[in-house]
């Protein structure tokens, strides 16, 4: 066979910008063919076709296409085939711009987590106020709590983050954790408590995992500084609702703003404490 009337491997990659290497291993896999190797030098030659089969082959892979999926598209032989391929590979990016989003949106969140702590941090009053807590659903799990158990170990919610990366849930911003009650808060009982974060919009919610949390009017007030301060918080906030002749629940949830997972020290760490008012 005449080699004039082919191009070698170099000539193709200068033409086409490409790496010999990567020309080898489409060769490899199939999608690019020489058109003959030379037997006793194993040269690869190619017609001079190839050029805009490459060209169309790297333009497909820059929308995201695999090898093989490749393959299929240069074999297609109408614009119906086509079609099929281009819708499957528009729902695989949509797919993967949701993912995107939902880390940027978690980012986000841990950013505005910064923003809220750093306030709180420069404000030198501590005010207790009534607000309203808006309604939403939350991703939920009940903590096994053992003997060794302290209010570090919740923070870290390790049960909580293992199960919903399983189950392909996403949280995103703060963690609640819910105390059935007051007193047995303040005595460091964690029997019963809930940890709760909120529910990436993006999320195909798992119904078993979520609850209701808010719609209701609640005492609240940011503690700062230690866990074992903690308490200190909540005793003026109950004096502050007595005063006031605000009727609690009795539960009450802490909303972790600033702590461990954000690395602050802990005569740094900024926790909302909220007692829910109304009907036990």
């Known amino acids: 066979m005449e080699k004039n009337n082919f191009l070698s491997i170099g000539e193709i990659c200068h033409i086409c910008d490409l790496a010999p290497s990567a020309l080898r291993y489409y060769d490899k896999v199939g999608v690019i063919k020489p058109a003959y190797v030379d037997n006793e030098s ?25 090898l093989n999926e490749i393959k299929s598209l240069l074999g297609c032989s109408n614009i119906d085939e086509m079609r099929v391929h281009l819708l499957e590979q528009e729902q695989k990016q949509d797919e993967h711009l949701r993912e995107i989003t939902m880390v940027k949106d978690r980012i986000r969140a841990w950013l505005d987590m910064i923003n809220e702590a750093k306030i709180v ?30 209010l570090q170990h919740i923070m870290a919610n390790t049960d909580f983050v293992l199960t919903a990366i399983k189950n392909k849930q996403t949280t995103c911003g703060p963690l609640y954790v819910r105390y059935p009650s007051i007193t047995k808060r303040l005595e460091g009982d964690l029997k019963g408590v809930r940890l ?30 230690s866990i074992e301060s903690l308490r200190n918080t909540y005793e003026k906030m109950l004096a502050w609702a007595d005063k006031h002749r605000f009727e609690l629940q009795g539960t009450c949830v802490e909303r972790f703003i600033n702590d461990i997972w954000l690395g602050g020290r802990e005569e740094q760490y900024i926790i909302e404490i909220i007692m829910p008012v109304g009907a036990k």
Do not use: W
Not at 42 to 66: C, E, H, K, T
Not at 214 to 219: L, M, R, Y
């Open 121 to 150: 941090l420069n404000d030198p009053d501590n005010n207790i106020l009534m607000r309203y807590i808006e309604a939403r659903q939350m991703l939920y799990c009940d903590p096994q709590i053992h003997s060794f158990t302290k």
């Open 42 to 66: 194993g040269y690869r030659y190619f017609n001079a076709d190839v050029i805009p089969r490459i060209v169309m082959l790297r333009y497909y892979q820059s929308l995201g296409f695999s």
């Open 196 to 225: 709760m974060a909120r529910c990436h919009q993006a999320n195909k919610l798992m119904t078993a995992m979520t609850t209701s949390f808010g719609g209701f009017q609640a005492v609240c007030a940011y503690h700062k500084g």
